[in-house]
């Protein structure tokens, strides 16, 4: 049987409030703005911090020129300061300041991220930022000497892009990080993937479809996500020497489903992890959709709370909310096909939805090698994704795989987990 580690401690004594009873939500309490929406991706900003984002000070900043709510506010601020960190890090790559360029272009990088998540989807404003954001991620790779290579897997009529980070020992296992609705891979690598790298694995990020930008070039969200998942497994085994069996499937967020998933038709993975599992998409997805739609919270929505619902439409390639309710309705991983060993996270004040179906595809996968996190508030990582303490997410991952790889038994017996 598998472990459930419970993180208890003292009470959140600053809730959310109203917010805290949308199906969707992400955070138990308020950090920065009334404006949930804008809380949850302000800290999402502070979270790169650590890793290379921009500082406290640098994003409390930039917080106090922003309108609660207001998207074209948010927009204009974190463009400006990416435009600002771009010349503070060419002025120091003049002087021949290598490093410091890199630091300051990878806070810009950050910055132009962060500025088109209110922007509106797919429109000149986002696709310029985007744009933006990814000419400052090479470059600052590049002077940071941090060994990335980027690629494309073909799939479909498109290309899945994606970048490797290679460890410093040559045999190390793969860590492929899949994220979610709101993500990107550049900004994946800043929230998990520089940390699990400095802890001795290869990093590989991909956008699957609908993520990061690929709905520009007619990619959505995948009910069946495991053929994209299969393509990427394919590449890398193919082109950088990735061993099966040596590979660590990571997903976040909307990831929780797409992982869910692929645990069920790959073999090649060593193990699976989610934070958190996300089986039935389709529950949430209705569920927000229609509190969206209820007559006195669409009237009191905010310009970023519309900007969010429109980015999600895009993404998915639905043409209305319905016409998205219908076809993720039957969404499903089905827990008895998996098998492999599987990890599952899941903070506390995230949304209930989240918390009862990762419980219940910790009960119900047929894996006799498993485990389930949960996080509350006294260890500071109770939110979505543990998007407000990155690191602790990064120690239960690695410290999972760590063990699992240390193990003397196959990677597929029976263990008992680990207990705290």
């Known amino acids: 049987m598998g472990t459930t580690q419970s993180i208890q401690g003292g009470n959140d004594d600053a809730p959310r409030g109203e917010a805290g009873a949308r199906p969707d939500q992400r955070l138990s309490r308020r950090y920065r703005f009334g404006d949930a929406d804008m809380d949850l991706f302000f800290m999402s900003a502070l979270s790169w911090g650590p890793t290379g984002g921009l500082d406290i000070g640098q994003a409390f900043h930039v917080a106090s020129t922003i309108v609660d709510g207001d998207a074209d506010s948010w927009v204009s601020a974190f463009a400006a300061y990416g435009h600002l960190q771009t010349a503070q890090a060419d002025a120091w790559a003049r002087r021949g300041w290598r490093r410091a360029a890199g630091e300051a272009r990878l806070k810009a990088f950050a910055s132009y991220r962060s500025a088109w998540q209110f922007a509106a989807a797919g429109g000149d404003t986002f696709s310029r930022l985007y744009r933006q954001h990814q000419t400052a991620f090479a470059q600052a ?4 000497a941090i060994p990335t ?7 479909g009529a498109g290309e899945l892009p994606g970048l490797f980070v290679c460890a410093e020992t040559p045999d190390a296992p793969v860590v492929l990080v899949i994220g979610g609705a709101d993500t990107s891979l550049e900004d994946l690598f800043l929230s998990v993937g520089r940390s699990i790298r400095e802890r001795g694995y290869a990093v590989a990020i991909v956008d699957l479809p609908g993520q990061g930008n690929t709905a520009a070039k007619g ?14 497994v394919d590449h890398l085994v193919q082109q950088f020497d990735v061993q099966p069996g040596r590979i660590l499937l990571l997903g976040l967020s909307l990831g929780g489903y797409f992982v869910t998933r692929a645990a069920g038709y790959e073999s090649r ?10 089986p039935e998409p389709g529950a949430l997805f209705g569920a927000s959709v ?7 919270a669409s009237e009191g929505a905010s310009s970023a709370a519309l900007r969010s619902r429109q980015m999600m439409l895009w993404k998915a390639g639905a043409a209305s909310p319905q016409g998205f309710i219908e076809r993720w309705r039957a969404a499903r991983a089905d827990p008895a096909r ?7 996270i899941v903070g506390l004040g995230d949304s209930p939805m989240f918390i009862a179906q990762a419980r219940d595809w910790h009960e119900r996968i047929a894996s006799t090698k498993k485990d389930l996190v949960e996080l509350d508030a006294a260890t500071g990582a109770d939110g979505h994704c ?19 790889f240390q193990s003397r038994e196959p990677v597929q017996a029976q263990g008992s987990g680990r207990r705290e």
């Open 269 to 278: 993975f060593a193990a699976v992890i989610a934070s958190t599992p996300f």
């Open 338 to 344: 998996v098998t492999l060993p599987f990890l599952s």
């Open 149 to 155: 290579t980027f690629f494309n897997v073909p799939f």
């Open 141 to 144: 790779m590049g002077e940071l």
């Open 290 to 296: 229609r509190a969206a739609q209820d007559g006195n």
């Open 386 to 404: 543990q998007v407000n303490a990155r690191l602790r997410l990064v120690q239960e991952v690695c410290g999972w795989i760590d063990e699992l």
């Open 219 to 232: 990619l959505h969200w995948q009910t069946e996500p495991e053929h994209a998942i299969r393509a990427v």
